[in-house]
């Protein structure tokens, strides 16, 4: 109620008095309660408010008369998902470093030789006695040891966010293998905390302490210092685009004068060219930079790779349905095209499902369960049940009746199915992978069920609607592979396994060999196809005991039939794979406790439209306010709406500049008369025979309306959608937004 | 392909759209007949009636404000599931959402302490939240393990360096995901936040471990604050669109009304406002122009030199740099404007009525 009465009173208006808190420009609201260290659920308060957590949460008679078993219930679920979410959260982003780890191990490695080796090249120099070393200004010697051996890193990657993880990554590889490391960014190098600011940062981090008056000598002092010496000391600089130029420049002159005393070496993540050292620095600075290049994994090699872990391979048990994964896609490509923004994609999905599906927590239960084997989920069979019975999944497949037997049967019989899929589009992406075929397109085809629904249903209709399949010969072949009905990346692989050369098919057997090696049912059929091919002198033969029956003669032409019909079979063994095992998490029963697919919900969360949203809210906004008086008005303005929403009505009649006095008059024509002319009088001045009021009220009325006008354009000022008048125009303001 | 195309056509139609609009609307404003009706020609109140109408305006749709910004509670369990998760929440949508933000932390975060910013005001010290900050945390932790507060307290927080503080916020003192600080920023993309580094410094914040952040914004234009590595990384948003239609009462304080008179004419309370952000010095010097005015209420302002060697006797500026620096703080805040003497030079003056300046003077020297 506290809300209601907050908001009524900020209606109101009657007390402008702000409360002294309004203009603090911070303060402490409240500090935590107590109960925070008692984890069990108790207080009634607090539970009441978790009640209606979920849409499709239990029967709504159960709401109604508030149960406090139900309560404690609730929160206890609510409790269970929450460390639900943490589990399965953690367990992906932990994949999900690992890939990205493992795809960066050879640059990391090629690193780290490089940088022992520039490390035995300084010390070749010649290392400072005690006393030169000890001293508190550089030595100088000659030019060769003023080199500073620096590093590129070409990230390939416009994106610099995607590549923060892999310079901390690399700072702690290096520092694994002894060596000591610093992690600094342009934020470090800005133009306003010049040459202290990086020095600060490179103090802190190495000698764990702050500096006010930063001094390099201070670093030189810390390295000579007991068993600091002798390994290398590695500067690593993430973005180095977007240092300042200058503060750079100081930074490196200023390290190629300590090398000797602090064999300092420089990596430095470049996006662009190698060129962009050369842009940034001036050319004395550049005389002191030893470079070598090192390249790391593309983004889209990163992509398919942390896709095949997650969403196919599925660490966790967490899956997207088709309509989030393509939405997923498009938001991939569209809206940021960075790694990092697909990861928190996946993550405000998870978290939406974790928040939303009572029945997640059991995902947690599961993915402990996996941990240590043998233990006992801890969680109630009833509760499950309770639950369970409102998936519709489940209902629509009545499958036995509902006890804990034939739930614990379903997960497993899911989990079954799901490898078998999971296999199947890991095989597709094998053979993908030469039509340079992304993961991420082939996912969102293999988890839509509607193909598979079209599939499984008419297998032998010809559907006419082909896509990308022209030719007429095909459609024979069209009508053996029930998955060049519908063209798409499925089909494309299809047809590319028939096309493929001998020694490649060769191969794709192979890596199918290992992909399946899970999925006893479908490893055996590759097997047999396997073994009517076989390597022999460097070339490729189909195996003879097989085939040499049939044809006497072995020709080379014979030759090439004969491993076109092991295409064909490979290709008709992919085909009959996609038709018996790519079955989508969405038509497998009790699939809604894995699989996330509120694609408008995600959508909402991840992107928010602050510039569309609000200015239709002002012009739309009897929807949202559900009032009775302004929603019938069709487009004729009311005095009833509210002021700002008028005027930004009003604002659309007018160009790139609206005349205040326009502006007003019309605005007050609305407030002051009723419907029936609105919005065709709003672009006129007011008709002086409407004011044949009494002076007095008149001028009452006159203020309350121009203090309303003002209060509305003030506001449309705070949404930004206003400039205010220009010296240049006092009489007009500008608007800024045209069209949604 | 076809729903890559799909969504390619709807955005070039949506960016040619947009395109379209615009120069519709210059046309519009360009071969239209131009209105040249001046504001004047409204026959405008009275300022001080203006603004007793302002306070008194009656509310629209009260009932249904009230409705909405309950229909908003049902999600209040869904907010603290994702501050738990980690992400911060980010409202939007037209109305202030101060109460519903305010509420919300008061209902649903009681387990949690919560400090809020109001980012609607003129001048915000983020070193100074950060010290509060790490006050409230270090006192969370105190109480937590009552004897075991060993290191926390080496140093007062309010001589460290903001590295310092942000390491602090970040640490892993405890193993406890559950205990954290909440920020309640008004307004993230207010005037006193609006600043780059601000908003560096605010994503750095809402990144550290033990802190999580709800904020609301209200210009349309905001998301333009912050780059890749801030919205992904470290504030981690969760938007809600939230729109309440509640009136910007207090955000709106201090925007000038467009139809008083000379509509940059400051009140005594806004005014005081923004002098009691600045320091005592620049106080002082205010005072001295101030006192100045009052005492001469016919002169037109005071010249530059003479204010600054009052103000070095009475040890306020040491040189004539200083002065102008605190000059230029209240011209940019409008508490302070020039004009041109009789005698030709440029002389100071401050753009309120005598009244209004003894009620500023009288509230400034609490």
Redesign the interface.
């Known amino acids: 109620m506290?809300?209601?009465s907050?908001?009524?009173e900020?209606?109101?208006?009657?007390t402008?008095e702000?409360t002294e808190?309004?203009?603090?420009?911070?303060?402490?609201?409240?500090?935590?309660?107590s109960?925070?260290?008692d984890k069990k659920p108790t207080g009634t308060g607090?539970t009441r408010?978790?009640i209606?957590?979920s849409p499709s949460s239990p029967n709504k008679t159960e709401k109604s008369e508030p149960d406090k078993a139900g309560e404690r219930d609730e929160h206890c679920n609510?409790h269970l998902?929450?460390e639900a979410?943490?589990l399965v959260?953690s367990k992906i982003n932990s994949t999900i470093k690992e890939i990205l780890r493992g795809i960066n191990t050879n640059v990391f490695n090629e690193i780290h030789q490089w940088v022992l080796e520039s490390f035995n090249a300084i010390q070749s120099f010649g290392t400072p006695g005690f006393i030169e070393a000890t001293r508190s200004f550089p030595i100088v010697t000659d030019a060769t040891s003023k080199l500073l051996f620096t590093g590129m890193v070409l990230t390939r990657n416009m994106?610099?966010?995607d590549d923060?993880l892999t310079f901390e990554d690399l700072g702690l590889f290096l520092r694994s293998n002894g060596c000591h490391v610093a992690n600094l960014s342009s934020?470090d190098f800005s133009a306003?905390s010049g040459i202290g600011g990086c020095l600060?940062g490179l103090l802190?981090q190495f000698l764990k302490a702050?500096f006010?008056e930063a001094d390099i000598s201070i670093l030189a002092s810390w390295y000579r210092e007991q068993e600091n010496h002798n390994t290398p000391v590695v500067v690593i600089i993430d973005d180095m685009e977007r240092c300042c130029g200058s503060v750079l420049s100081d930074f490196i002159l200023m390290l190629s004068e300590w090398v000797v005393k602090i064999p300092i070496i420089l990596l430095m993540g470049v996006a662009t060219t190698l060129n962009a050292p050369r842009n940034l620095l001036p050319s004395n600075v550049l005389q002191h930079l030893c470079p070598s290049k090192f390249i790391l994994g593309s983004p889209a090699e990163r992509m398919d790779a942390v896709v095949e872990a997650v969403l196919v391979k599925q660490c966790s048990g967490f899956s997207v349905g088709h309509k989030v994964a393509?939405f997923l896609k498009?938001y991939f490509?569209?809206q940021?095209g960075?790694l990092?923004?697909f990861i928190?994609a996946l993550?405000?999905a998870c978290?939406q499902h974790?928040?939303?599906e009572p029945l997640s927590f059991i995902l947690g239960g599961l993915l402990v369960e996996e941990k240590q084997k043998g233990e006992k989920r801890g969680l109630q069979p009833e509760v499950e049940l309770k639950y369970t019975s409102q998936l519709s999944s489940y209902a629509r497949n009545q499958m036995a009746e509902q006890n804990g037997k034939s739930l614990v049967h379903g997960f497993s019989e899911l989990r079954r199915l799901h490898k078998c899929w999971s296999t199947v589009v890991l095989c597709l992406y094998e053979a993908g992978k030469c039509n340079k075929i992304r993961l991420l397109d082939l996912l969102c085809e293999a988890l839509n069920p509607d193909l598979y629904t079209s599939r499984a249903s008419n297998n032998h209709v010809v559907l006419e609607k082909d896509?990308?399949v022209p030719m007429a010969t095909d459609r024979s072949i069209r009508r053996k592979y029930s998955t060049l009905r519908k063209g798409g990346f499925i089909g494309q692989i299809v047809r590319k396994v028939r096309d493929l050369p001998a020694l490649m098919l060769y191969q794709l057997l192979k890596s199918w060999e290992k992909t399946t090696v899970d999925v006893l049912e479908i490893h055996e059929k590759v097997k047999d196809l396997q073994s009517l091919l076989r390597f022999e002198d460097g070339k490729l033969k189909p195996n003879v005991d097989d085939i040499s029956k049939k044809h006497s003669s072995r020709s080379p032409l014979n030759m090439e039939k004969e491993s076109k019909e092991v295409n064909e079979k490979a290709a008709a063994l992919i085909d009959c794979l996609v038709r018996d095992y790519l079955r989508p998490i969405e038509c497998i029963p009790l699939h809604e406790i894995f699989c996330f697919k509120n694609v408008e919900k995600l959508q909402?969360?991840?992107?928010?439209d602050?510039?569309r949203?609000?200015?239709v809210?002002?012009l739309e906004?009897h929807k949202?306010?559900?009032?009775g008086c302004c929603s019938k008005s069709g487009n004729v303005l009311l005095p009833?709406?509210?002021?700002?929403s008028i005027m930004y009505t009003l604002a659309q009649e007018?160009?790139?500049?609206i005349?205040?006095?326009?502006w007003?008059?019309s605005f007050k024509t609305v407030v002051l008369h009723p419907s029936s002319k609105g919005k065709h009088k709003s672009k006129q001045s007011p008709n002086p025979k409407k004011r044949k009021c009494t002076h007095d009220s008149e001028?009452?009325g006159?203020?309350?309306i121009?203090?309303?006008?003002?209060?509305a354009?003030?506001?449309l000022?705070?949404?930004?959608?206003l400039r205010?008048?220009s010296r240049r125009r006092?009489?007009c303001?500008q608007?800024?937004?045209?069209?949604l | 392909m076809e729903i890559n195309n799909g969504v390619e056509d709807e955005l070039e139609e949506e960016e040619f759209g947009f395109s379209r609009n615009y120069f519709l609307a210059k046309e519009l404003g360009g071969s239209g007949k131009k209105s040249t009706r001046k504001l004047s020609d409204i026959g405008l109140v009275d300022e001080q009636e203006l603004r007793a109408a302002a306070s008194n305006i009656e509310p629209k749709h009260e009932k249904e404000i009230v409705a909405l910004m309950n229909s908003y509670k049902s999600l209040y369990p869904k907010w603290v599931f994702e501050l738990r998760c980690g992400f911060g929440l980010l409202m939007y949508g037209f109305g202030s959402k101060k109460s519903l933000i305010e509420d919300f932390a008061s209902t649903a975060l009681t387990e949690y302490s919560v400090v809020v910013i109001n980012g609607y005001l003129q001048t915000i010290n983020v070193k100074q939240v950060v010290i509060s900050l790490a006050e409230v945390l270090a006192d969370q932790l105190r109480t937590k393990r009552a004897n075991t507060s060993g290191n926390l307290s080496k140093q007062p927080f309010n001589s460290r360096s903001m590295d310092d503080l942000l390491a602090f916020l970040n640490g892993s003192q405890t193993q406890d995901k559950d205990c954290f600080i909440c920020i309640v920023v008004h307004n993230i993309d207010g005037p006193g936040l609006r600043d780059p580094e601000t908003q560096q410094y605010l994503s750095q914040i809402a990144a550290c471990s033990c802190i999580r952040i709800i904020a609301s914004i209200d210009h349309v234009n905001s998301a333009l604050l912050w780059d890749k590595k801030m919205v992904h990384t470290q504030f981690n948003w969760c938007w809600y669109h939230v729109p309440t239609f509640a009136p910007y009462r207090v955000e709106g304080m201090f925007f000038p009304m467009i139809l008083a008179h000379g509509s940059t004419a400051q009140t005594a309370k806004t005014a005081a406002i923004v002098l009691q952000s600045l320091t005592p010095n620049a106080q002082s010097v205010f005072r001295v122009l101030a006192e100045h005015q009052l005492s001469h209420p016919d002169e037109e302002g005071m010249p530059i030199n003479d204010l600054y060697t009052i103000c070095r006797e009475r040890f306020l500026v040491s040189s004539q740099v200083t002065l102008n620096s605190h000059l230029t703080e209240f011209k940019d805040h409008e508490l302070v404007k020039t004009r041109r003497h009789s005698d030709g030079q440029d002389c100071l003056y401050i753009p309120l009525t005598a009244e209004a300046l003894v009620k500023l003077l009288a509230e400034i020297s609490q």
């Open positions: 506290a809300i209601a907050a908001a009524a900020s209606l109101t208006q009657g402008p702000t808190n309004d203009l603090q420009p911070f303060f402490v609201f409240h500090k935590a309660s109960r925070k260290s607090k408010r978790r209606d957590l609510e998902r929450t979410f943490e959260w994106e610099f966010v923060l934020l306003k600060r802190r702050t006010y393509v498009n490509l569209n940021d960075t990092t923004s928190r993550k405000i978290a974790f928040s939303m896509v990308g909402l969360a991840l992107i928010g602050p510039r949203r609000i200015q809210d002002l906004f949202i306010l559900q009032c009833s709406m509210h002021d700002t007018h160009g790139d500049l005349n205040l006095h326009d007003f008059q001028n009452k006159e203020a309350s121009q203090a309303r006008f003002c209060r354009v003030t506001e000022q705070i949404t930004g959608l205010m008048p006092p009489d303001v608007r800024v937004a045209f069209g």
